[in-house]
């Protein structure tokens, strides 16, 4: 800017000297002055961003026809400075939208033809202010496998002003398969991860864009516990989170009963288990070395066969699915792991196994004996359940065990019997990311082995697994990341040995485990193909267990 007065003064001195020395030697027109007769501004009608700024030349026009340049000698004028205001110098800056003359006045004098002030003038429009940059936040985020993020792209605009703009903006990633952000409505800008490395997510609107990058780790597994229904007792294991082998920890802890589910509370402190027989929850205290001790004010009564236990993932709550009446919830005292009663739903439709959103906004929960899967709107605060009005969904004949997707985009249902007989089908859903109402899919339902009895789906959402109870095997496939529909992966279903009940893939995403109904070799181990799926016995990942319904793993 220096730069730019010193030679716009040094143009005014030389145009000076100029006149002088034709007045002095008498040179030029009559009277011996070249004097100016007009001054012309330019550019001519430029418009402007609000925000921006239009440097303004006044150029005379003397009586020979020569031109000097006079921006510095003219007096400049904005005829509507709400509009645009102009400097000294002739450097006009847009303030509001809307049309302003900018003049350029040499006052009268002997520099002027007949002594008259000469205007020289020209429009300047300003229209509204046009985008300059995009942030994308949060910047650099760490995430672990399995997380979801949601991403803001904010503007910033000529005038300074910022505006929001994720849900305009073009979403992408520099690499799906580490992470994927959603270009559907209600869930843009939210990144779902895939799988460990670093990816950049980009933002675009026109022609300006703005990213940060993203990098994804593994979570790294800690312990596993097996409910063994046949003992009335829980295990526990160590898991290799290198190899996934399991090395048991001291010996199983006591239930009241044989123990139909498992569940480990949100910040892994606490693990509660559903007593089936004798209508209790037992808690436990997770030591740091993992062995487990009872937690105060458990066994608790909560009778009607509970089946199914469902620890909220962002908050102190569990909620138990009672077979003879519905759903009943429960606080977890964050100290002790203490519950106390927070509310109950009535269901007495034979509700089985229910699962929640990974957001801990829904949950859903089979009803077998009417064939539904009932959604429900879920209370951060106090953990109470709402019924979605749009109601529940029908399934095939007896829904069983729920499995949603990390990215809270996908619900399946393992269809345990047919109602002539054994059922070979898993139902899929949509969740609708504004309300929680499921929609079924158009290709559901998804032809698997007989009786399936449990879903699984790993960290990066990318496979999903089903236990076969009465074919012995495990069904394997890979889950579509749009439209959710499933493919069965190459080699599936594989062999599991002694009935399997449950499945769960450990919290780094290698490795899977399946609960069968064996009365010695409850636990069978399997390692994950990263790339296609495929589950490969793992010896040092079987453990011994008696009739294992229910598997929970920490990381």
């Given at each position: 800017m220096?730069?730019f007065?010193?030679?716009?003064?040094l143009c005014?001195?030389?145009?000076?000297?100029?006149?002088?020395v034709l007045?002095?030697?008498?040179g030029?027109?009559s009277?011996?002055?070249?004097h100016?007769?007009?001054?012309?501004?330019t550019?001519?009608?430029?418009?402007?961003?609000?925000?921006?700024?239009?440097a303004f030349?006044?150029?005379a026009?003397?009586?020979?026809?020569?031109?000097?340049d006079?921006s510095t000698?003219?007096?400049?004028?904005?005829s509507?400075?709400?509009v645009?205001?102009?400097?000294?110098?002739g450097?006009a800056?847009?303030?509001?939208?809307g049309?302003t003359?900018?003049?350029?006045?040499?006052?009268?004098?002997?520099?002027?033809?007949?002594?008259?002030?000469?205007?020289g003038s020209t429009s300047?429009?300003?229209t509204?202010?046009t985008?300059?940059?995009v942030?994308?936040?949060?910047?650099?985020?760490?995430?672990e496998?399995g997380a979801?993020?949601?991403?803001?792209?904010t503007?910033t605009?000529t005038?300074?002003?910022?505006?929001d703009?994720?849900?305009?903006a073009?979403?992408?990633s520099s690499?799906s398969?580490?992470?994927r952000?959603?270009t559907s409505a209600?869930?843009?800008?939210?990144a779902n991860?895939?799988?460990?490395?670093?990816a950049?997510?980009k933002?675009?609107?026109?022609?300006?864009s703005?990213?940060?990058?993203?990098t994804?780790t593994r979570?790294?597994?800690?312990?596993?516990?097996?409910?063994n229904?046949g003992?009335?007792t829980?295990?526990a294991?160590?898991?290799d989170p290198?190899?996934g082998?399991?090395?048991?920890?001291g010996?199983p802890?006591?239930?009241?009963?044989?123990?139909?589910?498992i569940?480990?509370s949100r910040?892994?402190?606490?693990?509660?288990?559903?007593?089936?027989?004798?209508?209790?929850v037992?808690g436990?205290?997770?030591q740091?070395?993992?062995t487990?001790i009872?937690?105060?004010?458990?066994?608790v009564?909560?009778?009607?066969?509970?089946?199914?236990?469902?620890a909220?993932?962002?908050a102190?709550?569990?909620?138990v699915?009672?077979?003879g009446s519905?759903?009943?919830?429960?606080?977890?005292?964050?100290?002790?792991?203490?519950l106390?009663?927070?509310?109950a739903?009535s269901?007495?439709?034979a509700?089985?196994?229910?699962?929640m959103?990974?957001?801990?906004?829904y949950y859903?929960?089979t009803?077998?004996?009417?064939?539904?899967?009932?959604?429900?709107a879920v209370d951060?605060?106090s953990?109470?359940?709402t019924?979605l009005?749009?109601?529940?969904v029908?399934?095939?004949v007896?829904?069983?065990a729920?499995?949603i997707d990390?990215?809270g985009?996908?619900?399946?249902?393992?269809?345990?019997d047919?109602?002539?007989?054994?059922?070979?089908?898993?139902d899929?859903?949509l969740?609708d990311?504004?309300?929680?109402?499921?929609?079924?899919?158009g290709?559901?339902p998804?032809?698997v082995?007989?009786t399936p009895?449990?879903?699984a789906?790993d960290?990066?959402?990318r496979f999903?697994?089903?236990?076969?109870?009465?074919?012995?095997?495990?069904?394997?496939?890979t889950i579509?990341?749009?439209?959710?529909?499933?493919?069965?992966?190459p080699?599936?279903?594989f062999?599991?040995?002694?009935?399997?009940l449950?499945?769960?893939?450990?919290?780094?995403?290698?490795f899977?485990?399946?609960?069968?109904?064996?009365?010695?070799?409850g636990?069978?181990g399997?390692?994950?193909d990263?790339?296609t799926?495929?589950?490969?016995?793992n010896a040092?990942?079987?453990?011994?267990?008696n009739?294992?319904?229910?598997?929970?793993?920490?990381?």
């Amino acid at each position: 800017m220096l730069a730019f007065k010193c030679k716009r003064w040094l143009c005014a001195l030389v145009a000076l000297l100029a006149v002088t020395v034709l007045s002095a030697c008498g040179g030029g027109t009559s009277g011996g002055l070249n004097h100016v007769t007009a001054i012309t501004v330019t550019p001519a009608n430029p418009m402007l961003a609000k925000g921006l700024t239009q440097a303004f030349i006044a150029t005379a026009t003397r009586e020979d026809g020569s031109m000097l340049d006079m921006s510095t000698q003219v007096t400049w004028t904005s005829s509507n400075t709400s509009v645009a205001t102009v400097s000294t110098l002739g450097l006009a800056a847009g303030t509001g939208i809307g049309t302003t003359t900018i003049s350029g006045t040499l006052p009268g004098g002997t520099l002027t033809a007949g002594g008259v002030t000469i205007v020289g003038s020209t429009s300047l429009t300003v229209t509204a202010p046009t985008l300059m940059s995009v942030a994308v936040t949060p910047a650099n985020p760490a995430l672990e496998l399995g997380a979801n993020q949601p991403f803001t792209a904010t503007g910033t605009l000529t005038d300074g002003s910022h505006q929001d703009l994720t849900q305009s903006a073009s979403w992408s990633s520099s690499d799906s398969a580490v992470v994927r952000v959603n270009t559907s409505a209600g869930r843009l800008g939210v990144a779902n991860t895939r799988g460990p490395g670093a990816a950049d997510v980009k933002a675009t609107v026109g022609s300006v864009s703005g990213q940060t990058t993203v990098t994804v780790t593994r979570r790294t597994p800690k312990f596993l516990y097996a409910a063994n229904l046949g003992a009335s007792t829980v295990s526990a294991f160590h898991l290799d989170p290198m190899s996934g082998a399991l090395s048991a920890i001291g010996t199983p802890s006591a239930t009241t009963s044989g123990s139909t589910s498992i569940a480990v509370s949100r910040d892994f402190k606490f693990l509660y288990s559903a007593d089936f027989g004798i209508g209790n929850v037992s808690g436990f205290v997770i030591q740091p070395d993992g062995t487990l001790i009872a937690a105060a004010g458990t066994p608790v009564a909560v009778g009607n066969g509970p089946l199914s236990l469902v620890a909220h993932p962002t908050a102190d709550f569990l909620y138990v699915a009672q077979q003879g009446s519905g759903v009943a919830i429960y606080a977890i005292d964050p100290a002790s792991g203490a519950l106390t009663a927070a509310g109950a739903v009535s269901k007495p439709y034979a509700p089985e196994f229910g699962a929640m959103s990974p957001d801990g906004q829904y949950y859903y929960q089979t009803l077998s004996s009417i064939d539904q899967i009932e959604p429900f709107a879920v209370d951060g605060t106090s953990g109470a359940l709402t019924p979605l009005s749009a109601g529940p969904v029908a399934t095939e004949v007896f829904p069983r065990a729920i499995a949603i997707d990390p990215a809270g985009k996908f619900l399946y249902v393992a269809i345990s019997d047919s109602g002539t007989g054994t059922s070979t089908t898993v139902d899929g859903f949509l969740i609708d990311p504004s309300t929680g109402a499921l929609t079924k899919m158009g290709a559901s339902p998804f032809q698997v082995a007989t009786t399936p009895v449990s879903i699984a789906i790993d960290p990066s959402g990318r496979f999903l697994y089903v236990s076969c109870f009465n074919s012995a095997v495990i069904g394997a496939f890979t889950i579509d990341p749009d439209a959710g529909t499933l493919s069965a992966i190459p080699g599936s279903p594989f062999a599991a040995p002694g009935l399997p009940l449950f499945v769960l893939v450990d919290p780094s995403g290698q490795f899977l485990y399946a609960g069968t109904d064996s009365t010695t070799a409850g636990v069978l181990g399997y390692t994950i193909d990263q790339t296609t799926g495929a589950l490969t016995p793992n010896a040092a990942g079987s453990a011994p267990g008696n009739i294992v319904w229910s598997l929970a793993a920490t990381h």
